[in-house]
């Protein structure tokens, strides 16, 4: 058995940027592929990677910004014709994500809504979002079949809304279990992420080890604590003083900073954590030419006593195994 990570992409934030691929990680155990996030050309990145598409199991979404789910739809339905075995359509892909949030954020004097997209349902979740995706792609689901083989299109996916405790200011949080069997156990914590609640925190656990994906984040204890002695942290990374030498006015800077965990910090989150490598992903700003990765790797490590490593698109680690 081995397990295998690959960053798919790692751009930060909705805007496409020459260079770098949307944020999503895949997990390869055993042979089965699970992902991380789908943003900007991840199907793309997917093949690319040399993953098969018939061995995706799973995505798990972080959060619902479309920096983290653009590329959803095509995941599920680029590859719909070869999600067919001897014995018929494979079983469906599980998209796991947030819930509907209770109470649907509002904003405040500066940021706010002026129009409501969708009133009657303003906040889908997860499984909102596959059942979404499935509506609006309705024709292709339900058309092209009548012109080309195609598995049944019911088997496509299922969607699933991680339902965490209700929770209580200032005590720890225990880590929900997503998913378990013999092979590996995904847990998940929520995060800070400004106004996208909830956002979560994933942590593979497998016989060759953990690794964890912060998801979006300000420094937070309980993402430290699911990220306890873990093989490796994949954790998002933010320059703010970049963006305010760049024309980031003071209040959107503000907010970055109570929405992603800066460089300056994230060395002390991997230390705290005594993870054994830090890679950094879902960098913010995203374009590669603005800083090296030299720098990234440099500036984040401060402060960490183990390995860090400036992700980029096609990196690849393998865990190690434990011998007994
Ligand atoms: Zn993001």
Same mark, same amino acid.
């Given at each position: 058995?081995?397990?295998?990570?690959?960053?798919?992409?790692?751009?930060?934030?909705?805007?496409?940027?020459?260079?770098?691929?949307?944020?999503?990680?895949?997990?390869?155990?055993?042979?089965?592929?699970?992902?991380?996030?789908?943003?900007?050309?991840?199907?793309?990145?997917?093949?690319?990677?040399?993953?098969?598409?018939?061995?995706?199991?799973?995505?798990?979404?972080?959060?619902?910004?479309?920096?983290?789910?653009?590329?959803?739809?095509?995941?599920?339905?680029?590859?719909?014709?070869?999600?067919?075995?001897?014995?018929?359509?494979?079983?469906?892909?599980?998209?796991?994500?947030?819930?509907?949030?209770?109470?649907?954020?509002?904003?405040?004097?500066?940021?706010?809504?002026?129009?409501?997209?969708?009133?009657?349902?303003?906040?889908?979740?997860?499984?909102?979002?596959?059942?979404?995706?499935?509506?609006?792609?309705?024709?292709?689901?339900?058309?092209?079949?009548?012109?080309?083989?195609?598995?049944?299109?019911?088997?496509?996916?299922?969607?699933?809304?991680?339902?965490?405790?209700?929770?209580?200011?200032?005590?720890? &949080?225990?880590?929900?279990?997503?998913?378990?069997?013999?092979?590996?156990?995904?847990?998940?914590?929520?995060?800070?992420?400004?106004?996208?609640?909830?956002?979560?925190?994933?942590?593979?656990?497998?016989?060759?080890?953990?690794?964890?994906?912060?998801?979006?984040?300000?420094?937070?204890?309980?993402?430290?604590?699911?990220?306890?002695?873990?093989?490796?942290?994949?954790? &998002?990374?933010?320059?703010?003083?970049?963006?305010?030498?760049?024309?980031?006015?003071?209040?959107?800077?503000?907010?970055?900073?109570?929405?992603?965990?800066?460089?300056?910090?994230?060395? =002390?989150?991997?230390?705290?954590?005594?993870?054994?490598?830090?890679?950094?992903?879902?960098?913010?700003?995203?374009?590669?030419?603005?800083?090296?990765?030299?720098?990234?790797?440099?500036?984040? =490590? &401060?402060?960490?006593?183990?390995?860090?490593?400036?992700?980029?698109?096609?990196?690849?680690?393998?865990?190690?195994?434990?011998?007994?």
């Amino acid at each position: 058995m081995t397990t295998e990570l690959v960053l798919l992409g790692t751009a930060g934030a909705p805007l496409p940027v020459a260079g770098r691929g949307g944020i999503s990680s895949a997990l390869i155990v055993d042979e089965r592929v699970f992902v991380i996030d789908c943003g900007r050309g991840s199907p793309s990145a997917f093949a690319a990677a040399g993953l098969d598409f018939s061995r995706l199991e799973a995505v798990f979404l972080t959060h619902l910004h479309a920096d983290h789910v653009g590329d959803l739809p095509g995941m599920l339905l680029y590859p719909w014709g070869v999600r067919e075995g001897a014995n018929g359509p494979l079983a469906p892909i599980r998209v796991y994500g947030p819930s509907r949030p209770e109470p649907v954020p509002s904003g405040d004097a500066i940021f706010h809504r002026e129009t409501t997209i969708h009133p009657e349902r303003p906040a889908p979740g997860a499984a909102d979002l596959v059942e979404s995706i499935l509506a609006g792609y309705a024709y292709h689901l339900n058309v092209m079949p009548l012109d080309a083989h195609m598995p049944d299109a019911g088997a496509l996916v299922r969607g699933i809304d991680i339902r965490l405790p209700v929770r209580t200011e200032a005590v720890a &949080q225990v880590p929900v279990v997503v998913f378990e069997d013999s092979v590996v156990r995904i847990t998940a914590v929520a995060v800070t992420h400004g106004r996208a609640v909830p956002a979560l925190a994933y942590r593979f656990d497998t016989a060759d080890g953990s690794i964890v994906f912060s998801g979006d984040t300000t420094v937070n204890d309980d993402l430290i604590a699911l990220a306890r002695e873990a093989d490796i942290l994949v954790h &998002q990374v933010a320059d703010l003083g970049y963006l305010e030498r760049h024309g980031t006015d003071s209040a959107e800077l503000a907010r970055m900073a109570a929405l992603h965990t800066d460089v300056t910090e994230v060395g =002390g989150v991997a230390e705290r954590a005594r993870a054994r490598e830090l890679i950094l992903s879902h960098y913010l700003p995203a374009d590669p030419e603005a800083i090296t990765e030299a720098d990234w790797a440099k500036r984040a =490590g &401060q402060g960490f006593g183990g390995k860090t490593t400036a992700g980029r698109d096609g990196l690849r680690r393998t865990l190690p195994r434990v011998t007994s």
